[in-house]
T-cell receptor, first 111, second 109 residues
């Protein structure tokens, strides 16, 4: 198993541009989580899905952020428009009863 | 919002010594997990302890859980240079896991 796969690994974009982060969870995992990590706030849970359905999006900072999971093997986190304060590492994780696995993250820099 | 709080925030010890990190949390949990993160990398799951368990071992790792005090500890025995990393506790409640801010562990040669 290749684990949780995130793309891109690094993204540099200009303020105001749309950014789309992608995640492929482990096959058979029925939960998918998006986290954001910064020095100031640590690891924050943004949103999570169960069987492709969003369960809790209370961590999504504002309307500029949206996440979708159109099928069991793919999820996106979109920021539109992006702002410098969105710069962070974004992690995707998937889980089953046996535990959680994190992707390697996407390092986003908004200039 | 943060559920777990690790203590200390940073820890430096000599190679070969034992390292102990603590975690306190606020609400009831289903389980508690510990993760390691090397600089610039993703999180690696180390160990999970369920709310009805008090102690668990995995190799050089020993985790304890005291639900009455809402606290957990992670002990790494015979530390190695490769153990240098940040360690996070994460509480699992209602299917979502919430992380603390972590302990930065530095193993000195």
């Amino acid at each position: 198993d290749a684990g949780v796969i995130q793309s891109p690994r690094h993204e540099v974009t200009e303020m105001g541009q749309e950014v789309t982060l992608r995640c492929k969870p482990i096959s058979g995992h029925d939960y998918l989580f998006w986290y954001r990590q910064t020095m100031m706030r640590g690891l924050e849970l943004l949103i999570y899905f169960n069987n492709n359905v969003p369960i809790d999006d209370s961590g999504m900072p504002e309307d500029r952020f949206s996440a979708k999971m159109p099928n069991a093997s793919f999820s996106t986190l979109k920021i539109q428009p992006s702002e410098p304060r969105d710069s962070a590492v974004y992690f995707c994780a998937s889980s089953s009863l046996n535990g959680y696995t994190f992707g390697s993250g996407t390092r986003l820099t908004v200039v | 919002s943060q559920q777990g709080e690790e203590d200390p925030q940073a820890l430096s010890i000599q190679e070969g010594e034992n390292a102990t990190m603590n975690c306190s949390y606020k609400t009831s949990i289903n389980n508690l997990q510990w993760y390691r993160q090397n600089s610039g990398r993703g999180l690696v799951h180390l160990i999970l302890i369920r709310s009805n368990e008090r102690e668990k071992h995995s190799g050089r790792l020993r985790v304890t859980l005291d639900t009455s005090k809402k606290s957990s500890s992670l002990l790494i025995t015979a530390s190695r240079a490769a153990d240098t990393a940040s360690y996070f506790c994460a509480t699992d409640r209602n299917d979502k896991i919430i992380f603390g801010k972590g302990t930065r562990l530095h193993i000195l040669p």
